[in-house]
């Protein structure tokens, strides 16, 4: 006789909490790398040991709930250096075939208003960086990206990675953003909403607080108000940082951190439009 609970689970996959999309979108996301996966050579191709639609799903779990290779592995029944060579084949086909689905922060400025903060993506510490990658704010070492949303709290765009020791208004000229919010400023009215790292690049900031002087009932109404239409912003981070490997902590190669912000935040934006 079997105990409550003691059945097996059975029903297809909750794919938007397991991967991050619907069933529809993971369907869609696995045919358009099939066919670029087809149409390279063949030398060019990897054997899949696995069905090519299960690879995807591993890719997206994997990068969903940041998953060691080791455990990865055991779930799908494979080894993890089998897993290590799907995840790095698939890391960059994923992110080529969802390229067409992002935005810019273009596309926010063209409307007039844009949303800006930053952000660390965790490394984890790792003695061969240093203080390179260590974030004084956060106290922890990370990779920083700058974040634009729209209005409605949309993502917008999301910047290459910096060194985390990077000054959020530094990171903003380093990754060319400074310079475009300028020349869309030159061409037409365009409002930057943003945190007090950023008063190089706009005024649209909370208020400081003097030392000693407690702040007057005109500048906590301000930062409110600022607070509530930057909070748009916020909720944007949040939602793509609900790919964990984002945000609880990256175990890989530092190298391909880059590769692998790209991926997540293109699928961000294939998950937003499709």
């Keep these: 006789m079997s105990t409550p609970g003691s059945e097996p689970i059975e029903g297809p996959m909750r794919y938007k909490s397991t991967c ?4 529809a979108q993971t369907t869609e996301l696995i045919a358009r790398a099939w066919q670029v996966h087809q149409n390279r050579p063949p030398d060019q191709r990897y054997d899949f ?8 799903t591993l890719v997206l779990l994997k990068a969903r709930h940041n998953l060691a290779q080791q455990l990865t592995g055991d779930l799908f029944g494979i080894s993890q250096a089998t897993v290590s060579r799907i ?12 390229a067409l689905d992002r935005t810019r922060l273009a596309d926010a400025l063209a409307r007039g208003t844009v949303l800006v903060d930053g952000t660390p993506i965790p490394t984890g510490n790792r ?6 990658n260590f974030n004084a704010k956060h106290k922890k070492q990370a990779l920083g990206v700058q974040v634009a949303a729209f209005r409605d709290g949309t993502l917008a765009d999301v910047s290459v990675p910096v060194r985390g020791s990077r000054h959020d208004s530094r990171a903003l ?3 060319g953003w400074a310079g475009q919010i300028t020349t869309a400023r030159a061409e037409r009215v365009v409002a930057v909403l943003a945190d007090t790292a950023y008063v190089k690049h706009t005024r649209l900031t909370p208020r400081k607080k003097t030392t000693g002087i407690p702040r007057s009932t005109a500048d906590k109404a301000w930062n409110r108000h600022i ?10 981070i949040a939602l793509l940082k609900q790919w964990k490997i984002l945000s609880a902590g990256y175990r890989g190669r530092l190298a391909e951190l880059p590769s ?6 293109n699928l961000e934006f294939y998950r937003l439009t499709r």
């Design 20 to 23: 991050g999309l619907t069933p």
């Design 173 to 175: 000229d380093e990754v």
């Design 87 to 98: 995840w790095r084949y698939l890391l960059p086909l994923l992110g080529q075939v969802t």
């Design 49 to 56: 040991v696995l069905p090519f639609g299960t690879a995807v």
């Design 260 to 265: 692998i912000i790209h991926m997540i935040t």
């Design 127 to 132: 003695a061969g960086t240093g203080t390179t």
């Design 227 to 236: 607070a509530s239409l930057r909070a748009p912003v916020e909720r944007a």
